[in-house]
């Protein structure tokens, strides 16, 4: 099991831009998938973004693709949203995610990621 550690969410105006950071820790030296889900108020959680285990390859959701970007830095156990152009419709609650029982290198389904984080709240106002 990993532990992992959102932070860097707040309130921010249209337009804004936001990093969010998830730190991983419980599996040194192990990496794994990884990605990113939000959830707005009365919504089902979505997918966002997600990133193999050495951060080459990403993949990204039609809403988010050409504003957000996933990356990670493995030797500090940690991964990143960066999320630019944002709308208030980003306003959402947002979760890491690890897939440690992984068999492809890219997740983009809720069940396929074994571990969460607690989430860190985005809001946008307009």
């Known amino acids: 099991q990993v532990q992992l550690s959102e932070s860097g969410g707040g309130l921010v105006q249209a337009g804004g831009s936001l990093r969010l950071s998830c730190a991983v820790s419980?599996?040194?030296?192990?990496?794994?998938?990884m990605g990113w889900f939000r959830q707005a108020p009365g919504k089902e959680r979505a997918f966002v973004a997600g990133?193999?285990?050495?951060?080459?390859?990403?993949v990204y959701a039609d809403s988010v693709k050409g504003r957000f970007t996933i990356s990670r830095d493995n030797a500090k156990n940690t991964v990143y949203l960066q999320m630019n152009s944002l709308t208030p419709e980003d306003t959402a609650i947002y979760y890491c995610?690890?897939?440690?029982?992984?068999?492809?290198?890219?997740?983009?389904?809720?069940?396929?990621?074994?571990?969460w984080g607690q989430g860190t709240q985005v809001t946008v106002s307009s």
């Open positions: 990133i193999n285990w050495s951060g080459g390859s990403t």
């Open positions: 995610a690890a897939a440690r029982s992984y068999t492809t290198p890219l997740y983009t389904r809720a069940h396929d990621y074994t571990d």
């Open positions: 419980g599996r040194s030296g192990v990496f794994f998938p």
